[in-house]
């Protein structure tokens, strides 16, 4: 039902099928594909308050050679209100440019882009945060997905030549959380009412 492959390397990439088989015979399953990306634009998921500003963390796997990045960032307007958008930690020297345009639809486009002939390092880097506003309404348990999309920023990652590098995009989510037992307002949060409560 599952397969769980630890230590992934390019000989790993492939297409990966299952065969199932009885005493009436065999039958294999339709193809999936494995390839490996080098480099990678990610969300980091985590949890957080209904009525709550989070701050979600966008993330740059480099490989060393990467100047700029552009995509557009997809949310539920009906879960999340976008609120700001900042430079990341490691993204101090950059110019982030949003276009905040289409955010009655749920789209917040990012582009950003290091000095002239400067490169992130190889490695892990937050080069953006985004911060929303949770909708207070939003029930413990409920998961608002953050994908990628291009419109109105097309997701492309560029190297300081102005050339297009290959890369991949990993969504994330936002996840309320759980009540706290003691939350006497029911708010998802304990505060001070709840104390005299």
């Not at 990306?37 to 969300?43: P, S």
């Not at 290091?114 to 939003?138: M, Q, R």
């Not at 290959?166 to 969504?171: C, F, L, M, S």
């Amino acid at each position: 039902a599952a397969i769980t492959l630890s230590n992934i390397q390019a000989s790993d990439t492939g297409d990966y099928v299952c065969l199932v088989g009885n005493t009436s015979g065999d039958t294999t399953s339709a193809a999936a594909p494995l390839s490996i990306v080098a480099r990678l634009v990610r969300v980091v998921s985590q949890s957080t308050s209904s009525g709550a500003n989070a701050v979600v963390s966008l993330q740059l796997l480099a490989t060393g050679s990467e100047n700029a990045a552009g995509f557009t960032v997809n949310f539920d307007p009906a879960q999340l209100a976008y609120v700001s958008a900042a430079l990341g930690a490691q993204a101090a020297d950059a110019s982030l440019n949003t276009n905040t345009s289409q955010l009655g639809a749920g789209k917040l486009g990012i582009a950003l882009a290091k000095p002239a002939n400067a490169t992130w390092t190889a490695g892990t880097h937050e080069i953006v945060s985004i911060t929303f506003t949770v909708n207070a309404s939003l029930a413990g348990g409920t998961v608002s997905a953050l994908t990628f999309g291009d419109s109105p920023v097309q997701r492309e990652i560029s190297n300081a030549a102005a050339q297009a590098l290959p890369g991949g995009y990993q969504a994330g989510s936002l996840t309320v959380a759980s009540g706290f037992e003691a939350d006497m307002n029911g708010n998802g949060a304990v505060s001070i009412t709840d104390w005299v409560k």
